[in-house]
């Protein structure tokens, strides 16, 4: 599953910071997913309870801060928000568009817990 091998990269990084605090406890993680990212929220919930199980982050609270996409027009500069990945900019019928975010799919912060 996609969303399973996420997970797992995702504990990894948070395991990996955890270390470097020397904390075996990590209390929350912050996760920023675009609602573009190709993730599918609750396969994603789902998979990161499997992931942090027997991980240092097996207490902590997962934070999911989903971000909603948003396009910007080469043509005419307008900023839009979008729900697809082929998008016409609704101001100047132009193709030639790109995104500011929606895309993204990140640790946003992690809390670690220090003895
Ligand atoms: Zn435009």
Same mark, same amino acid.
């Given at each position: 599953?996609?969303?399973?091998? =996420?997970?797992? @990269?995702? /504990? $990894?990084? /948070?395991?990996?910071?955890? &270390?470097?605090? +020397?904390?075996?406890?990590? !209390?929350? /993680?912050?996760? $920023?997913?675009?609602?573009? !990212?190709? *993730?599918?929220? +609750?396969?994603?919930?789902?998979?990161?309870?499997?992931?942090? &199980?027997?991980?240092?982050?097996?207490?902590? +609270? =997962?934070?999911?801060? #989903?971000?909603?996409? *948003?396009?910007?027009?080469?043509? %005419?500069?307008?900023? #839009?928000?979008?729900?697809?990945?082929?998008? *016409?900019?609704?101001? %100047?019928? !132009?193709?030639?568009?790109?995104?500011?975010?929606?895309?993204?799919?990140?640790?946003?912060?992690? +809390?670690? @817990?220090?003895?």
């Amino acid at each position: 599953m996609h969303e399973l091998s =996420i997970a797992m @990269q995702i /504990v $990894e990084i /948070v395991e990996e910071e955890a &270390r470097k605090h +020397d904390s075996a406890q990590v !209390s929350a /993680v912050h996760l $920023e997913i675009g609602t573009l !990212s190709g *993730v599918e929220p +609750d396969a994603l919930k789902f998979a990161m309870e499997e992931a942090v &199980r027997h991980s240092m982050a097996a207490k902590a +609270d =997962i934070f999911y801060h #989903f971000i909603e996409a *948003v396009a910007v027009c080469e043509e %005419c500069c307008h900023e #839009f928000k979008t729900q697809d990945y082929f998008k *016409v900019c609704p101001y %100047c019928n !132009s193709i030639n568009t790109g995104f500011l975010k929606g895309k993204e799919l990140k640790i946003k912060s992690i +809390d670690i @817990q220090t003895n």
